[in-house]
T-cell receptor
Framework: DAGITQSPRYKITETGRQVTLMCHQTWSHSYMFWYRQDLGHGLRLIYY???????DKGEVPDGYVVSRSKTENFPLTLESATRSQTSVYFC???????????FGQGTRLTVV | TQLLEQSPQFLSIQEGENLTVYCNSSSVFSSLQWYRQEPGEGPVLLVTVVTGGEVKKLKRLTFQFGDARKDSSLHITAAQPGDTGLYLC???????????FGDGTTLTVKP
């Protein structure tokens, strides 16, 4: 299916466990992003990537790791999950700088 | 970190009323985008404004980009219950292609 897909949609994990959230886009967009959205806040940028093998920190990168070995995939890993990382995570992609960013449906992560 | 301040944070109005949402920054962005987000979904783009002073209209929605390219507004005329949702402004940075989002305005339009 064309578009941008995230998996899983819902995840419950325990404190201290490693969790990986997946993101896949079919447009070959250069730019990909991970955001988290908490109640009362907009979207805060965790990491972004301008191309395969190029990643950079966003506003709230601590506790997260990303990789981008292929253009279409941009997984986000929580190395040792904490309760403060309970949130809704959105992946997005865009082709060029001022064009539309397309968002996935989000992953609701709960850390207990 | 470039910041975007949106106001108001919450807005509850009756059907047929007009409203304006503001998005302000101390920084200049390559462009300003407005998104709308429904519960349980990702944001969806409404409009992109690029040129200082630019005004774009989308049916009952009017978007304006400030002359200095640091602020924007969204005006809705004769609001309808279907306009209910979270409205987010986002500044796109020149070289990085990344967007900084405001905290959003939650709009409720009552029938």
């Amino acid at each position: 299916d064309a578009g941008i897909t995230q998996s899983p949609r819902y995840k419950i994990t325990e404190t201290g466990r490693q969790v990986t959230l997946m993101c896949h886009q079919t447009w070959s967009h250069s730019y990909m992003f991970w955001y988290r959205q908490d109640l009362g806040h907009g979207l805060r940028l965790i990491y972004y990537s301008a191309a395969a093998d190029i990643t950079d920190k966003g506003e709230v990168p601590d506790g997260y790791v990303v990789s981008r070995s292929k253009t279409e995939n941009f997984p986000l890993t929580l190395e040792s999950a904490t309760r403060s990382q309970t949130s809704v995570y959105f992946c997005a992609s865009r082709g060029q700088v001022n064009t539309e960013a397309f968002f996935g449906q989000g992953t609701r992560l709960t850390v207990v | 970190t470039q910041l975007l301040e949106q106001s108001p944070q919450f807005l509850s109005i009756q059907e047929g009323e007009n409203l304006t949402v503001y998005c302000n920054s101390s920084s200049v962005f390559s462009s300003l985008q407005w998104y709308r987000q429904e519960p349980g979904e990702g944001p969806v783009l409404l409009v992109t404004v690029v040129t200082g002073g630019e005004v774009k209209k989308l049916k009952r929605l009017t978007f304006q980009f400030g002359d200095a390219r640091k602020d924007s507004s969204l005006h809705i005329t004769a609001a309808q219950p279907g306009d209910t949702g979270l409205y987010l402004c986002a500044g796109v940075e020149w070289n990085a292609g990344k967007s900084t989002f405001g905290d959003g305005t939650t709009l409720t339009v009552k029938p």
